[in-house]
């Protein structure tokens, strides 16, 4: 039985969601999306509050989210007003770069 208010459009954008006062980001995926919501997806089992911030570039401002179902890596959300502007932590921007210096300090030494 379809409860959507509005019909949905397949869609692969990339984005995250905040939290704890945009203390806290999760990456995530957009598979679906319509006015009212969106099927998001996480590289793990990802764990996020029942209702958060979720930034996608192509959205413009971030929007409130509040999960309406949920599964290991994917959850159903409907949208809220628009948030505040959501900015990702230094910590979490350190933690993320780290990940990626490592294949390219490897790919260098290689080359070198």
Do not use: H
Not at 51 to 65: I, K, M, S
């Amino acid at each position: 039985m379809e409860r959507r208010t509005s019909s949905r459009a397949r869609c692969l954008f990339g984005g995250f969601v905040a939290f704890n006062q945009g203390k806290a980001t999760v990456d995530c995926q957009i598979r679906n999306l319509s006015t009212d919501g969106a099927l998001l997806s996480f590289a793990t089992g990802a764990l996020v509050p029942d209702r958060f911030d979720l930034q996608v570039a192509q959205l413009g401002a971030p929007v409130r989210a509040k999960v309406l179902w949920r599964t290991d890596n994917r959850c159903g959300v409907a949208f809220g007003e628009v948030a505040a502007t959501v900015k990702r932590s230094p910590l979490d921007l350190a933690g993320r770069l780290a990940a990626y210096q490592a294949p390219t300090d490897s790919l260098r030494a290689r080359s070198a």
